[in-house]
C-alpha cells in the first residue's frame, strides 16, 4: 500500500472537533482489484457508534473536494460488499452513480462466500 509520501493522499483521521474524539478514517488510495485496477478510490470506515450522524457524509465531501482541486484525474470509485446498504446511500447522497457493469466478485473472498459481491458507484469531476 502507497502511503501519503508517495501519493499525495491516503486515508486520514476523522475527529469529531467538539472533542478530538477518533471516529473513523476516509479517504483515497489507488484500487487495488479489477475493475478498478490503480484508478483512484474513496473509502471510509467509522466506529459504530459514530453510524447515521453524518461524519462520513462531511468527511466524504470534504475528501472529493479536495481531491478534485488537488489531484490530476476525471473521475472517482467507491466499491463496498452488496449487503452495505447504508454505504450504498452514502454514495448515492455524494453524487455517485451505481456502475453495475463495473460490479465484481473480490478475490480476496472465496466464490459463494457473502461477501465476495461488490458494487461499484462513480462520480465524474465536476464540470469535466
Known sequence: MFSQRELGFSFWIVQRRDDGALLG??????????????????????????????????????????????????????????????????MQRLGMRRREDMDFDHPNFPAGHPLAPHVTYEIEKPGG
Open 25 to 90: 478514517i476516509c479517504g483515497f488510495k489507488r484500487g487495488t482489484v479489477d475493475p478498478i485496477l490503480g484508478e483512484m478510490e474513496i473509502g471510509w470506515r467509522f466506529r459504530e457508534d459514530a453510524w447515521g450522524q453524518g461524519y462520513a457524509r462531511e468527511a466524504a465531501s470534504a475528501c472529493l473536494d479536495w481531491a478534485w482541486a488537488n489531484v490530476n484525474c476525471d473521475r472517482i470509485y467507491a466499491i463496498t460488499v452488496t449487503s452495505n446498504a447504508p454505504s450504498w446511500r452514502l
